[in-house]
């Protein structure tokens, strides 16, 4: 099962502009390693709905925080 690092990989690189090698270095690893990782992420949300609903709502919580910092640097 992936890890909540993971995921959070994952999501870095679906809603940031960090490359997977700046991914890679913020977590300690071979960029191989995400790359491996994120691909597991995509192969298993195509077929596990379970899943799927537990990145849905880590997606949301990320953007969720995400809205709130901005909203107090306005």
């Known amino acids: 099962f ?3 690092d993971t995921i959070s990989m994952f999501l870095i690189t679906k809603h940031t502009t960090m490359t997977t ?3 890679a270095e913020h ?3 071979h960029v ?7 691909e597991q992420v995509n192969d298993r949300l195509k077929v596990d709905n ?3 609903g ?6 949301a919580e990320y953007l969720g925080k995400k ?3 901005n ?3 306005k």
């Not at 191989?32 to 994120?38: D, F, P, S, T």
């Not at 537990?54 to 997606?59: D, L, N, Q, T, Y």
């Open 2 to 4: 992936p890890s909540h």
């Open 21 to 23: 090698s700046e991914v």
């Open 27 to 29: 977590f300690g690893m």
């Open 32 to 38: 191989g390693n995400v790359r491996y990782a994120l």
């Open 50 to 52: 379970n899943f799927a």
């Open 54 to 59: 537990k990145v849905v709502r880590a997606e």
């Open 67 to 69: 809205n709130e910092r």
């Open 71 to 73: 909203n107090e640097n």
